[in-house]
């Protein structure tokens, strides 16, 4: 399968998208030919307590559903499934979707996709359970670049492309650290989550660490896109960079791989971090 666009410069009008959480409904933020994706697409479904049920076909796409705020009952393939805060759903290519908001918060879910060609299995993903499992959830780096790792959609799931998870810092420090990269096989997207205002970050984008490409201050519902280069980033003293990474396997299956990283030269010493989830 071709890629949906070739573009893949590293600018801030194609791999910065801000306030993604706005909104009501279902809406697309990131898309081929709009940013510098090639496979990932990206969106929210934002619905009040009451809303009707919303529906809609996924087509040539596998598609991942996280819940990041609120409660919804998401029916599709003839089951019916209850997600609360990061769980998540992956549902194969060619279904329908209907969700419906529960309880009195209504519900905002993160959807991704990416095109392709074979049919994996529906599958949901307890948080909870993630928590408990070591290959899910790691603690990586030490300060002042620790990091609290969630896998949602990885090595636990089968699919073509599409992987996800969350990631929470500590108040004032780095995280992606050390820089590294992995653009031969993984296209990546971070959706900045749970930094609520005066929070901020700021996330860089490189391949040359002498001139970086994007320096970007990034807040609660912002997207950066990382086509390629390294991208480390870094809180503002008292607050969190809290994140969910969004990825999209370059060869179907094949590039499917977590964890399998390009570290920059200058920090390879101590290896990526990353050990202990990969795949």
């Given at each position: 399968?071709?890629?949906?666009?070739?573009?893949?410069?590293?600018?801030?009008?194609?791999?910065?998208?801000?306030?993604?959480?706005?909104?009501?409904?279902?809406?697309?933020?990131?898309?081929?030919?709009?940013?510098?994706?090639?496979?990932?697409?990206?969106?929210?479904?934002?619905?009040?307590?009451?809303?009707?049920?919303?529906?809609?076909?996924?087509?040539?796409?596998?598609?991942?559903?996280?819940?990041?705020?609120?409660?919804?009952?998401?029916?599709?393939?003839?089951?019916?499934?209850?997600?609360?805060?990061?769980?998540?759903?992956?549902?194969?290519?060619?279904?329908?979707?209907?969700?419906?908001?529960?309880?009195?918060?209504?519900?905002?879910?993160?959807?991704?996709?990416?095109?392709?060609?074979?049919?994996?299995?529906?599958?949901?993903?307890?948080?909870?359970?993630?928590?408990?499992?070591?290959?899910?959830?790691?603690?990586?780096?030490?300060?002042?670049?620790?990091?609290?790792?969630?896998?949602?959609?990885?090595?636990?799931?089968?699919?073509?492309?599409?992987?996800?998870?969350?990631?929470?810092?500590?108040?004032?420090?780095?995280?992606?650290?050390?820089?590294?990269?992995?653009?031969?096989m993984l296209e990546e997207a971070y959706l900045?989550?749970?930094?609520?205002?005066?929070?901020?970050?700021?996330?860089?984008?490189?391949?040359?660490?002498?001139?970086?490409?994007?320096?970007?201050?990034?807040?609660?519902?912002?997207?950066?896109?990382?086509?390629?280069?390294?991208?480390?980033?870094?809180?503002?003293?008292?607050?969190?960079?809290?994140?969910?990474?969004?990825?999209?396997?370059?060869?179907?299956?094949?590039?499917?791989?977590?964890?399998?990283?390009?570290?920059?030269?200058?920090?390879?010493?101590?290896?990526?971090?990353?050990?202990?989830?990969?795949?």
């Amino acid at each position: 399968m071709q890629a949906e666009a070739t573009q893949t410069e590293i600018t801030k009008e194609t791999c910065y998208v801000p306030a993604t959480h706005a909104g009501r409904g279902r809406r697309t933020a990131v898309a081929p030919g709009q940013t510098a994706a090639r496979y990932l697409h990206y969106g929210r479904i934002t619905l009040d307590a009451g809303d009707e049920t919303l529906a809609f076909e996924n087509g040539t796409h596998e598609t991942g559903l996280v819940c990041l705020n609120g409660a919804a009952e998401i029916s599709t393939g003839g089951e019916t499934f209850t997600l609360g805060r990061y769980d998540a759903l992956y549902v194969p290519r060619d279904s329908r979707i209907e969700v419906r908001p529960t309880g009195e918060a209504g519900c905002d879910l993160a959807e991704l996709s990416a095109p392709v060609e074979g049919t994996y299995p529906l599958q949901f993903v307890s948080f909870a359970e993630v928590r408990e499992n070591p290959k899910l959830h790691i603690i990586a780096g030490a300060p002042p670049a620790e990091r609290d790792m969630n896998v949602l959609i990885g090595s636990n799931v089968k699919a073509g492309r599409i992987m996800t998870g969350v990631t929470f810092s500590r108040p004032g420090n780095w995280t992606s650290w050390p820089p590294h990269e992995h653009s031969r096989m993984l296209e990546e997207a971070y959706l900045y989550i749970d930094m609520p205002a005066p929070s901020f970050g700021v996330q860089f984008v490189y391949t040359n660490p002498e001139d970086p490409e994007l320096v970007q201050v990034v807040r609660e519902g912002d997207v950066v896109l990382m086509p390629k280069g390294y991208h480390p980033n870094v809180a503002a003293p008292g607050g969190q960079i809290n994140f969910m990474w969004m990825m999209a396997a370059m060869r179907e299956g094949e590039d499917r791989k977590y964890g399998v990283v390009n570290v920059q030269p200058d920090y390879a010493a101590g290896g990526s971090g990353l050990e202990a989830v990969k795949d």
